[in-house]
T-cell receptor, first 112, second 116 residues
């Protein structure tokens, strides 16, 4: 059974640009969560989607957005990139409302 | 506040010894706790979880203890092996955070180094 797949794995952008990251959850999982990981702040919750609806949102500015498609795949977008957005962005999925979160390998974003 | 903290940022143990990684949480309403292991270049991997109606839960070579009185969580790894070297995170979930267990509050992490 394939795990959570995130693309791209690595990317470099410049300030002011925007970026879209993609996440394919484990087959049958309907919940997708996104986290930002930095050395200074650790793992911080961005948002969670379940059946195409955003259920929760973390304390991030409106430049961070996401969506989920009918096949449970999810994307997150960061607009007007700042240097501080450089981070590992992790996607996690789970089957229903409870249970173990399965994480992908992450998308490492570098903003120059 | 919303904080899950770890008492020790780094822990070095000898191969074969037992390891104990500690975690303090601040939200008494938290009802679900999880330990994750993250190896370099990989995403966090689930180790074990425990709900607030339990004090102890055992897995394969790992035990999680929950002390709700002092809001403390620990992960015990028996017979630590070089492959256990990684960063370990505790995480909590609470209805205060929206109730969804996809929204976890993570601690900063403890780096475990196992010396052969």
């Amino acid at each position: 059974k394939a795990g959570v797949t995130q693309t791209p794995r690595y990317l470099i952008k410049t300030r002011g640009q925007q970026v879209t990251l993609s996440c394919s959850p484990i087959s049958g999982h309907r919940s997708v969560s996104w986290y930002q990981q930095t050395p200074g702040q650790g793992l911080q919750f961005l948002f969670e989607y379940f059946s195409e609806t955003q259920r929760n949102k973390g304390n991030f500015p409106g430049r961070f957005s996401g969506r989920q498609f009918s096949n449970s795949r999810s994307e997150m977008n960061v607009s007007t990139l700042e240097l501080g957005d450089s981070a590992l962005y992790l996607c996690a999925s789970r089957r229903g409302n409870t249970g173990e979160l399965f994480f992908g390998e992450g998308s490492r974003l570098t903003v120059l | 506040g919303e904080s899950v903290g770890l008492h020790l940022p780094t822990l070095s143990v000898q191969e074969g010894d037992n390891s104990i990684i500690n975690c303090a949480y601040s939200n008494s309403a938290s009802d679900y706790f999880i330990w994750y292991k993250q190896e370099s270049g990989k995403g966090p991997q689930f180790i074990i979880d425990i709900r607030s109606n339990m004090d102890k839960r055992q897995g394969q070579r790992v035990t999680v203890l929950l002390n709700k009185t002092v809001k403390h969580l620990s992960l015990q790894i028996a017979a630590t092996q070089p492959g256990d070297s990684a960063v370990y995170f505790c995480a909590e979930n609470s209805p205060h955070y929206g109730g969804s267990q996809g929204n976890l509050i993570f601690g900063k992490g403890t780096k475990l180094s196992v010396k052969p």
